[in-house]
């Protein structure tokens, strides 16, 4: 199935599936902040609170997996995927960097703008290739899961997926096994558009409305991601301020 071009040549499909994600994106934050501030009790690490997030960022890696394949389709050259993992590590370093001064020991060091700069480049030998993308990703992930249960002395390995003792990021995406969902929404792309011909059509009128709306905001995710978390953490904050003044 290939998706009908939006503005600039995008896919509205895509990126109104993107634009959803970042509302569950907000919304699993906002209670994440409720629980940061003692607002909720919520128990985030069992259950649906906890695979919740991690279905999110699987989602998020997955499309930018499939816009990379895309973008490979349209002749993009090497250094093209270079300038996207340039554009995304400036607002990664700055997220290190905001997130040392307000979480310390627990800043993030290696999420998810790190995680999607890195497999901008990592990609590039598995695009236009779905079987070796599917292999490589399934040996990736089968990696990461079995390095998941142990820790290790030091953190310089730690971006790859080797988790350092006693440190424990607010947002830790490593290589192993988060890159396998770039791979895999790469080579599901690339067989999509080899076997499926039919357009994807945009509905018209009134219930266009809600995807367009959507759209627009998977357009910008980036730009929502670096913005509505500093507004959580204020709200939470005074929220819990006014709560602790009565």
């Given amino acids: 199935m290939a998706e009908r071009p939006a503005n600039g040549g995008r896919s509205v499909a895509l990126d109104a599936l993107?634009?959803?994600l970042v509302l569950f994106m907000a919304a699993y934050h906002a209670v994440y902040v409720a629980v940061l501030f003692g607002l909720s009790a919520v128990d985030l690490w069992h259950g649906f609170w906890w695979l919740f997030p991690r279905a999110i960022a699987?989602?998020?890696?997955?499309?930018?997996g499939w816009s990379l394949a895309v973008k490979r389709e349209g002749g993009a050259p090497f250094r093209s995927f270079l300038k996207r993992a340039l554009r995304l590590a400036l607002p990664a370093a700055c997220?290190?960097?905001?997130?040392?001064?307000?979480?310390g020991d627990s800043w993030v060091f290696f999420g998810v703008l790190h995680l999607l700069a890195l497999s901008s480049i990592l990609a590039w030998p598995f695009l236009g290739r779905?079987?070796?993308?599917?292999?490589?990703g399934g040996l990736v992930l089968a990696a990461g899961l079995i390095l998941g249960p142990y820790r290790w002395d030091g953190a310089w390995l730690a971006w790859l997926g080797f988790r350092p003792e006693g440190l424990y990021p607010a947002d830790y995406l490593p290589v192993l096994p988060w890159f396998a969902w770039c791979l895999f929404g790469a080579s599901i792309?690339?067989?999509?558009?080899?076997?499926l011909s039919r357009r994807f059509s945009t509905p018209a009128g009134?219930?266009?409305i809600p995807?367009?709306?959507?759209?627009?905001l998977g357009r910008h995710s980036l730009a929502f991601y670096l913005a509505h978390l500093p507004v959580l953490y204020g709200l939470g904050w005074l929220v819990s301020r006014a709560l602790a003044s009565r």
């Fill in 211 to 216: 995807l367009r709306a959507l759209a627009f």
């Fill in 130 to 136: 779905p079987v070796a993308g599917l292999v490589a």
């Fill in 58 to 64: 699987a989602g998020f890696i997955a499309l930018s």
């Fill in 18 to 20: 993107r634009g959803a």
């Fill in 95 to 103: 997220v290190s960097a905001v997130s040392m001064l307000m979480f």
């Fill in 189 to 195: 792309r690339t067989m999509a558009a080899r076997s």
């Fill in 206 to 208: 009134p219930a266009a």
